[in-house]
């Protein structure tokens, strides 16, 4: 029988595994990899990436307009905290910055990668560029409701005097996190970089069920898609009642043409094609890749990669003796 234990850190779980208090890993973050390895512990690594993006609340004046989601994008160094927080420093394959959500997959010859459009890079962190687009689509959005609040005062009031210049402002923005210690770190730092742009932006940590729910009330949602074969779950993602609240004219058509190829090279073209006018219009904010490990020591045998869920081949798990406890 495998009996499951939760841990509050991933510093816990990876001091468990070495003192032999656990078997196995489900996931090992990527800052304790070479911690495990030197005290001889086995990694595995899962055979689908993860891609983390952020979900927008598109009946938000601001998140509609696409001159703010990409001053969004500008604004967040995706490298820096790839880099810093998510690998812990180390070079990891298969983690990278995104231009899309697509799944570039863990090296060149991965078939997983026929679905991302290489030559659109992801834009760089800039943060005065980002600072400017905001501030623009927030004068857009204050003046549009300054002329909206002066025609309906005009209804009422032939008389009304002309409305003042509109004041612009950001409201606070709240991102939305699951309590997953990699995902709290990540959204800490996306609030440090975008608070100096003039974005009063809470983070807030949520339950699953919250972060889930696309009418929770949160603007922006810190999400770990699994799109593991694009041409369906491109639809699910980026369709009508797909999870990212909105699609355009344009992503309509590049979906319809993706379902209705016919030939792989109409398939790879028109998955380009939904790459594309993703990164163009920003439905959702794409971060970045990772690649999920497990661990588990000597004791245990039958673990056999590649996976895609670690309990897929439990039934042949063996613990050798000196395994138990």
């Known amino acids: 029988s495998i009996v499951e234990r939760k841990f509050t850190s991933d510093e816990v779980a990876a001091t468990a595994l070495i003192r032999g208090d656990i078997h196995v890993l489900e996931r090992a973050a990527p800052w304790q990899i070479s911690r495990l390895k030197a005290a001889g512990m086995q990694i595995g690594r899962y055979r689908l990436p993860t891609l983390h993006v952020l979900l927008l609340d598109h009946s938000h004046p601001l998140l509609a307009r696409r001159e703010f989601r990409r001053g969004l994008c500008f604004g967040i160094d995706r490298q820096r905290i790839v880099q810093r927080i998510v690998t812990g420093g180390e070079e990891q394959p298969g983690f990278q910055v995104i231009s899309g959500p697509m799944p570039p997959g863990t090296s060149l010859s991965d078939p997983l990668r026929y679905a991302y459009d290489a030559n659109v890079v992801p834009r760089d962190y800039e943060p005065r560029l980002a600072a400017t687009l905001m501030l623009v689509a927030a004068s857009s959005v204050a003046k549009l409701q300054a002329e909206q609040a002066a025609a309906a005062a ?158 897929q081949n439990a039934h042949r798990w063996r613990l050798t003796p000196g395994g138990a406890r």
Request: hydrophobic letters at 40%; aromatic letters at 4%.
């Open 154 to 311: 005009r209804q009422t009031d032939s008389a009304a005097p002309p409305p003042a210049p509109p004041e612009v402002g950001i409201p606070e923005l709240v991102l939305a996190h699951s309590a997953d210690p990699l995902a709290r770190a990540v959204c800490d730092a996306i609030g440090r970089q975008l608070r100096p742009l003039g974005i009063p932006l809470k983070v807030q940590e949520v339950t699953t069920a919250e972060l889930l729910d696309p009418d929770s009330g949160f603007h922006l949602r810190y999400a770990e898609l699994a799109m593991w074969e694009p041409l369906v779950d491109a639809q699910q993602l980026l369709g009508d009642d797909g999870i990212a609240g909105s699609t355009s004219a344009a992503m309509r058509a590049a979906l319809r043409e993706m379902q209705h190829a016919t030939n792989w090279n109409e398939v790879r073209e028109q998955c380009h094609e939904v790459h594309r006018i993703a990164h163009n219009d920003l439905p959702v904010i794409p971060l970045w890749q990772t690649v999920n490990h497990f661990a588990h020591n000597g004791h245990v045998e039958g673990i056999s990669e590649p996976l895609i869920r670690l309990y």
